[in-house]
């Protein structure tokens, strides 16, 4: 593994060895054991689009790491006006010993990889939110205690999140069931690697066929970081496709719920079923600090 660019490059078994990692560096931080393998060591991170988690996460991670992280924000840097990716790439690759990037095109992202010769981190583009989605199975095999058999339900768009989600699900043995309105299905790559998974796959249109019996239900915006203009036209597409009680009540008894946050409530989701489920949730997001550092470790050490 050379770069973390989406989970379809990625096999079952590196992303069950991340999730190891990530539990022993999480096991080592609560109990003060000190982790100094990045010592020396400079991630730049550039972002496009707004964060709170990513941002604080790898920071802190490569901080807690021994070495440092440098905030690239797009307007500030000549890629902002123009300069070329692929530019950009070689000149990162002789200052920096790793690049996070979060952006629009996915196509960048490959592009950054393709032409530096330093690791890449996909921390999100319109396409795939890897990072994510580890920091997500983390959490449900802390909850679960195995990945393997599990039914994982997500209900709503079909974007970067659901993208990555039946990549990470099927590639750790989950069943996966993703109810979309139609128009909104995820990507066509990741639909054809699903389907050759055959039962362990399936897509929908109904919210309480993907939930039935459900493990784990995720959801996650219905406007995007760029879909702002379709706002209001994506919550009617939406209608129906809200993780509350009423959808609940088909999942298997001790569900989980995920979001990968931030959250919009009263409409992907109910205040209440987010309240409920707050423990996990924020288990999932402080989970991004700790399988972040794993990826840095494994890309960087
Ligand atoms: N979940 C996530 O990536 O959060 P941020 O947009 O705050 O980084
Ligand atoms: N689908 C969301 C995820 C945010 C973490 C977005 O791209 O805005």
Avoid at 94 to 101: E, S
Avoid at 218 to 227: E, F, I, K, L, P
């Amino acid at each position: 593994m050379k770069h973390l660019l989406k989970l379809l490059d990625v096999t079952g078994e590196e992303i069950i060895e991340l999730l190891n990692l990530a539990d022993q560096l999480k096991y080592e931080r609560k109990h003060g054991i000190e982790h100094a393998c990045l010592k020396g060591k400079t991630l730049g991170m550039i972002f496009q689009k707004a964060s709170t988690r990513t941002r604080v996460s790898f920071e802190v991670g490569m901080y807690q790491l021994g070495g440092s992280a440098l905030f690239l924000g797009a307007n500030d840097l000549q890629i902002g006006r123009g300069e070329p990716v692929e530019d950009t790439a070689r000149v990162l690759s002789r200052y920096v010993d790793g690049i996070m990037i979060r952006t629009f095109k996915q196509a960048e992202v490959e592009a950054l990889a393709e032409y530096g010769s330093i690791p890449v981190i996909n921390g999100l583009t319109d396409f795939a939110h890897p990072c994510q989605v580890l920091a997500d199975l983390m959490t449900i095999r802390e909850y679960k205690g195995v990945l393997e058999g599990l039914n994982f339900c997500y209900i709503g768009d079909g974007n970067n999140m659901a993208n990555s989600l039946i990549a990470g699900g099927l590639k750790t043995g989950m069943r996966v069931s993703i109810a979309c309105p139609k128009g909104y299905e995820p990507d066509e790559t990741v639909l054809s690697f699903a389907r050759a998974y055959g039962d362990q796959f399936k897509l929908t249109d109904v919210p309480a066929d993907a939930a039935a019996n459900a493990d784990v239900v995720y959801t996650d915006v219905w406007a995007s970081m760029g879909q702002e203009a379709e706002k209001a036209a994506r919550e009617k597409a939406f209608q129906g496709y809200q993780v509350n009680d009423a959808l609940l009540a088909s999942a298997a008894s001790g569900c989980m719920v995920q979001h990968c946050l931030p959250a919009h409530r009263g409409e992907e989701i109910t205040a209440e079923v987010f309240e409920s489920h707050a423990g996990e949730i924020f288990d999932e997001a402080e989970n991004r600090l700790h399988v972040q550092k794993a990826v840095l470790k494994r890309l960087m050490g």
